[in-house]
């Protein structure tokens, strides 16, 4: 007999999104983070493919999107603020639109970025305005006159002073007007070499600073600090760090400190930055070549958390796939943005076509570990886990609690089914997304390991959902229920399914029927088995979900049901009618009066029973279900000689 691989989850039980990068759909570099209103704007610059006759081999810009979150986790796209097409004193296809920074005075959002200048060489910074952090951002008619360069930075002091920091011929800085638009004080006059002429400069370069290539300046101040940070390339043929200086003016002079993100490790040449405090935490906004990296002209925005030294001085900050923020258990959870990993375990790209699709995470041997923090469960109270993942052979892994041998929280297994089962498909190697029942709920915010317990697994992500309320408890001593207003019976007595070895639903005859249903209502009393109370929040009773929250048990499945329905009068001239997806059985005061046999679906009034009377007082209505390898559920109804529903009587389960 051909044997077929299926990954078969048992109910166990295990927050959008994972974290580095942070922007998933398009290259999002240079990000500059602000908190305005209480919500994070990052306003990063957008790295796209050159088109024909630009160069292929260097950075390629047209446009400004901004982006915005509360939780640094969920993050909102509000389109494009600005187009190289809009500037009126730009290049329309100049594809120069690099670092950019925007800030807040007055009720006014002032957005600064560089751009090639239509009548003339290198780069100008020119000014947008808007009232609102997301625009729409209206540009200003010129550029800053006597500020050449690139990647401006504003700081807005406590005493509502501005200035203004860019990059070009070193790294400069000047006052701003309090219009923000002008730099105050005189301009320089600069003699450009080799008798090329001379232009006019404002502001003066940052003294105190190491020698080497240095752009991308970012200044804050933090405990009566000023901080001057920067890409700063420290050796020849190198690649960029993050360098920073300290000072108790604004504009210098500096001393140097040294570097708090060492180079890429990969040699992506370029790091770009920005400091923010939210929520009195810091961090550090920066880039990498994670979608591209073949391509280091293509970049994608990172966030991690920044920690001062009792002096001020900023502790060394380490890139991680993990980032920051808090994730609900309800979001998706990409593993192979893991806080850590234990040896071996390797990622890789889903589509290597489509480098947006992110990455998979691979454990490679037993005892394999990945390990996710700060997920919250708060969001969950009754639900399931779902699992992307893939393997070539038969293997386990589980979901653990707080460390590699924590508390289970689900347990994952993959077993080989036969032809009789309801998965007939080779899926040996495929990526299958299949779901787990829920066993044990941590607690609170934790950190989850993923655990390999046999064979070689590969996860993508993980997420849980909570579970419809499909019963919800009737507790001692409630009133009794009514029929609801389509006359469907709702509560009912529910006891735990049996297990039944069941191949096929096409054993559902007439004859196996009576003889297995006659079998077990003589063993009614006798199983040891919990019952339930239960009202169903539907007119369909799901009997599948039943067993798989209260007894782990849902497939292959005998399932009995009672109900006493209680009459101020006798009820004549009515019928039962039935619907159920497996095969049922339906007595009425102990005799039979309705079999649904065959392999079926639940259809509302699918089968009728004859005339019956419902007597004055208590009437018993039982049901024996069972199913095999497919769903299991009813509704049920009284309907009178016009085949409307009757609904005079009361209802308890007991």
């Known amino acids: 007999m051909k044997k077929q691989l299926f990954l078969l989850f048992l109910m166990l039980p295990f927050m959008a999104v994972a974290q580095n990068p942070i922007i998933r759909n398009q290259f999002a570099a240079d990000p500059t983070a602000r908190v305005f209103n209480d919500r994070i704007y990052v306003y990063p610059s957008h790295d796209i493919s050159a088109p024909e006759g630009q160069r292929q081999d260097w950075f390629c810009m047209a446009d400004y999107h901004v982006f915005s979150s509360e939780n640094l986790t969920d993050w909102t796209d509000h389109g494009v603020i600005l187009s190289q097409e809009q500037v009126p004193w730009g290049k329309p296809d100049g594809y120069s639109m690099w670092a950019p920074d925007c800030v807040s005075k007055n009720g006014k959002y002032y957005f600064y970025f560089p751009d090639a200048p239509r009548d003339g060489r290198g780069f100008a910074i020119g000014v947008a305005t808007a009232d609102s952090p997301e625009g729409p951002f209206m540009c200003e008619p010129k550029p800053i006159r006597g500020i050449t360069g690139i990647d401006p ?20 800085g000047a006052k701003l007007r309090d219009d ?109 070549n994670d979608y591209s990296p073949s391509f280091d002209k293509r970049r994608s925005a990172r966030i991690e958390r ?47 076509a489509d480098t947006f699709k992110g990455w998979y995470c691979t454990l490679p041997k037993k005892n394999s570990w990945v390990k996710y923090n700060d997920i919250s469960f708060d969001c969950l109270d009754e639900g399931y886990v779902i699992v992307c993942a893939k393997a ?31 998965f007939r498909r080779d899926m040996r190697g495929q990526w299958l997304t299949l779901t787990a029942p829920l066993n044990y709920i941590p607690k609170g915010v934790t950190d ?7 064979a070689p697994v590969s996860v993508d992500w993980i997420q849980f959902k909570n579970r419809p309320k499909y019963f919800s408890v009737v507790p001692k001593g409630s009133l009794p229920a009514c029929p609801d207003s389509a006359g469907f019976i709702r509560r009912w007595l529910l006891q735990e399914p049996i297990p039944k070895s069941i ?73 039962l009618a039935v619907g159920c997806n497996g095969a049922s059985m339906w007595w009425l005061n102990e005799e039979e009066v309705l079999l649904l046999s065959g392999d079926r679906r639940m259809v509302e009034d699918d089968a009728m029973s004859p005339r019956l009377t419902l007597k004055k007082g208590r009437n018993l209505l039982r049901c024996a279900l069972v199913n095999g390898p497919g769903l299991s559920d009813f509704c049920v109804r009284f309907l009178d000689e016009k085949n409307k529903p009757v609904t005079n009587y009361t209802i308890i389960a007991k």
């Not at 301009?187 to 080799?194: A, D, G, I």
């Not at 989850?448 to 046999?454: D, P």
């Not at 799901?542 to 292959?556: I, K, S, V």
Request: proline residues 3%; glycine residues 10%.
């Open 153 to 172: 930075c504003v700081l807005l002091d406590d005493d509502g002073s501005a200035y203004i920091y860019w990059s070009g011929m070193g790294i400069r």
């Open 180 to 288: 923000m638009l002008e730099v105050d004080g005189d301009l320089e006059t600069v003699e450009m070499p080799q008798g090329r002429g001379s232009f006019q400069v404002a502001g003066k370069n940052m003294d105190g600073l190491p020698e080497g290539f240095k752009e991308g300046p970012f200044v804050f101040k933090r405990d009566g600090w000023y901080y001057l940070t920067f890409p700063w390339v420290r050796t020849e043929g190198g690649t960029e760090t993050l360098a920073y200086a300290m000072s108790k003016s604004p504009l210098g002079p500096w001393n140097f400190k040294g570097i708090f993100m060492a180079e890429h490790a990969d040699h992506c040449w370029t790091n770009h930055h920005s400091f923010l405090q939210y929520r009195g935490e810091w961090y550090l906004f920066y880039h990498h």
């Open 306 to 352: 920044v920690l001062f030294n009792k002096d001020g001085t900023i502790q060394e900050v380490k890139p991680t796939k993990r980032g920051v923020g808090i994730n609900q258990a309800t979001d998706k959870i990409e593993i192979d943005c893991y806080s850590a990993v234990s040896e071996g375990v390797f990622t890789q790209f889903v589509d290597s």
């Open 392 to 422: 070539e052979e038969n293997t386990e892994f589980c979901i653990r609690d707080k460390k590699a041998k924590g508390k289970v929280v689900a347990t994952l297994k993959m077993t080989v089914l036969s032809e009789q089962g309801p």
């Open 448 to 454: 989850l390991f993923i655990t390999c317990e046999g």
């Open 503 to 575: 191949p096929s639903n096409t054993v559902f005859t007439d004859s196996y029927l009576r003889n297995t249903f006659t079998e077990e209502l003589a063993n009614i009393g006798k199983q040891k088995v919990k019952s339930y109370a239960l009202e169903s929040e539907t007119y369909n009773v799901r009997l599948f979900r039943f067993g798989e929250l209260w007894a782990n048990q849902t497939y292959g499945s005998f399932f009995w049901a009672t109900t006493i329905i209680d009459c101020e009068d006798e009820i004549p001239i009515v019928r």
